[in-house]
């Protein structure tokens, strides 16, 4: 066990303790009132999955190497949905108790100065439980919320539908229909989920496009997480052709070391292989290039870039995806990361029209459109994180994502079919 390791292990688990330390007095205050067995029976359940947390992720840790081996999800993934599973709720729980002591403290100062008290002091504080009932009530929900994330909402898919006109799309494009779909992540469907992924397949094709865009991370490392998913894909259905591009995690570069040549060899054919893949499920694969559409006798340019992002390896060249194309000529940008729009196409390239995805609206969110609500933790990050947005005359659309990652789950964040009707001005 090395330095390193026993550090980051005594932190983790101190944090962890303090936290729920911290939280238990909450809890102590709320069980007052319980009969003995009772009041044990919580208090020591407040413990029991932070506990296991450690334990997990020590178990985690010392099977890292085994893990990478034999390039399993399974375990990790168990580790992530148990840790969200409980640390959240408890973190909004943790907030309430935070305000309950406030509101407590802001009671005994007042009291110091009051001359006429219907009781003591303390046993006012000790009656006050209002933030702490609400932070149970509240965490218990969270609770509820991620545990239908983790088993039902992964597979809840959502067709969110949009209508874009454009001054410049030529006449013969106008009612032009595309689906669009980002990040199927497909080796995070440890159980093989067939049927409800065959479900979300048909729904694409009940839409009946006329385009079909993918736009990366097909897997979340390897090739042959999508072998078994060649003939689902190949179902997808488009009038007038599929095509797709690459994403961050496509290229293998979170499991092979750029400094062994042996693995370097091993990345290259994974990715050999996941061209042929995109090409065996239906899909033009472009790979910083661009692809004429013709619509009754008119077109359009398709340009499909590799990955580029803020903090990510860039394998992108957009002037490359540019070549033989002109600013005069109706442009669709394929580029998996949305902050590219932001860097290299907002205001300086005439792209019309620009589809991502990568930020999977972290997987957690509310969304409210009639209110005008949308928030999620991806704003943290991305300014562009889910959606449609628009800048004058450029337009990006953000795809929530069709798959997950890390966290096995969505909550409040569904899985996403984005379906965009193309129409003149």
Same mark, same amino acid.
């Given at each position: 066990?090395?330095? #390193?390791?026993?550090?980051?292990?005594?932190?983790?688990v101190?944090?962890?303790?303090?936290?729920?330390?911290?939280?238990?007095f909450?809890?102590?205050?709320?069980t007052?009132?319980?009969t003995m067995?009772w /009041?044990?029976?919580a208090?020591w359940?407040?413990?029991?999955?932070?506990?296991?947390?450690?334990i997990?992720?020590?178990?985690?840790?010392?099977?890292?190497?085994?893990l990478q081996q034999?390039k399993?999800?399974?375990?990790f993934?168990?580790?992530?949905?148990?840790?969200?599973l409980?640390f959240?709720?408890?973190?909004i729980?943790?907030?309430?108790?935070?305000?309950?002591?406030?509101?407590?403290?802001?009671?005994w100062?007042?009291?110091q100065?009051?001359?006429?008290?219907e009781s003591?002091?303390?046993? /006012?504080?000790?009656?006050?439980?209002?933030?702490?009932q609400?932070?149970?009530?509240?965490?218990?929900?969270?609770?509820g919320s991620i545990?239908?994330g983790?088993?039902?909402?992964?597979?809840?898919?959502?067709i969110?539908s949009?209508?874009?006109?454009?001054k410049d799309l030529?006449k013969?494009?106008?009612?032009a #229909?595309?689906?669009?779909?980002?990040?199927?992540h497909l080796?995070s469907f440890?159980?093989n989920s067939?049927?409800?992924?065959?479900?979300?397949?048909?729904?694409?094709n009940a839409?009946e496009?006329?385009?079909?865009?993918?736009?990366g991370?097909?897997?979340?490392?390897?090739?042959f997480?999508?072998?078994?998913?060649?003939?689902?894909?190949a179902r997808?259905?488009a009038?007038?052709?599929?095509f797709?591009?690459?994403?961050?995690?496509?290229?293998?570069d979170?499991?092979?070391?750029r400094?062994?040549?042996?693995?370097?060899?091993? /990345?290259?054919?994974n990715?050999?292989?996941?061209?042929?893949?995109h090409?065996?499920?239906?899909?033009?694969?472009? /790979?910083?290039?661009?692809?004429?559409?013709?619509r009754?006798?008119?077109?359009?340019?398709l340009l *499909?870039?590799?990955?580029? *992002?803020?903090?990510f390896?860039?394998?992108?060249?957009?002037?490359?995806?540019?070549?033989?194309?002109?600013e005069?000529e109706?442009k669709?940008?394929?580029?998996?990361d949305?902050?590219?729009?932001?860097?290299?196409?907002?205001?300086?390239k005439?792209?019309?029209l620009t589809?991502s995805?990568h930020?999977?609206g972290?997987?957690?969110?509310?969304e409210?459109?009639?209110l005008?609500?949308?928030l999620s933790p991806?704003?943290?990050?991305?300014?562009?994180?889910?959606?449609?947005?628009?800048?004058g005359?450029?337009?990006?659309?953000?795809?929530r994502?069709?798959?997950?990652?890390g966290?096995?789950g #969505?909550?409040?964040m569904?899985?996403?079919i984005?379906?965009?009707?193309?129409?003149?001005?």
């Open positions: 066990m090395t330095a #390193r390791f026993i550090i980051f292990l005594s932190t983790f101190l944090i962890l303790a303090l936290i729920d330390l911290y939280g238990y909450g809890i102590k205050q709320l007052e009132n319980f067995p /009041r044990r029976i208090r359940g407040w413990f029991v999955p932070t506990i296991i947390t450690v997990l992720f020590v178990m985690l840790i010392l099977r890292y190497e085994e034999t399993s999800y399974s375990f993934t168990v580790v992530t949905a148990f840790a969200f409980f959240i709720p408890k973190l729980f943790i907030v309430f108790h935070f305000l309950n002591d406030l509101t407590l403290a802001g009671k100062i007042a009291a100065f009051s001359s006429n008290l003591e002091p303390h046993e /006012r504080m000790n009656r006050f439980q209002f933030f702490n609400v932070g149970l009530v509240v965490g218990t929900a969270m609770l545990a239908y983790v088993t039902k909402g992964k597979y809840a898919f959502r969110l949009e209508e874009i006109k454009f030529p013969e494009f106008d009612g #229909r595309v689906v669009h779909i980002s990040d199927a080796g440890l159980d067939f049927e409800e992924v065959g479900e979300a397949i048909d729904m694409i839409l496009p006329d385009y079909i865009f993918f736009t991370d097909l897997v979340n490392n390897y090739a997480e999508a072998e078994p998913w060649i003939d689902h894909f997808l259905k009038k007038s052709g599929k797709s591009i690459l994403g961050n995690h496509d290229y293998g979170y499991v092979y070391q400094d062994d040549a042996n693995q370097l060899k091993e /990345r290259a054919q990715l050999e292989r996941l061209y042929e893949i090409q065996e499920m239906g899909f033009k694969l472009l /790979r910083n290039e661009n692809a004429l559409l013709e009754n006798g008119a077109s359009i340019r *499909g870039m590799e990955n580029w *992002g803020v903090g390896q860039q394998y992108g060249d957009f002037n490359k995806t540019l070549e033989n194309t002109s005069e109706f669709i940008l394929l580029s998996h949305p902050t590219h729009w932001e860097q290299q196409v907002l205001g300086k005439n792209v019309h589809l995805g930020t999977h972290m997987q957690f969110g509310i409210l459109p009639k005008g609500v949308k991806s704003s943290l990050r991305y300014k562009r994180w889910g959606g449609l947005y628009n800048e005359e450029q337009f990006l659309y953000v795809n994502g069709f798959g997950f990652l966290f096995p #969505r909550v409040g569904p899985p996403e984005t379906c965009l009707d193309l129409k003149t001005a």
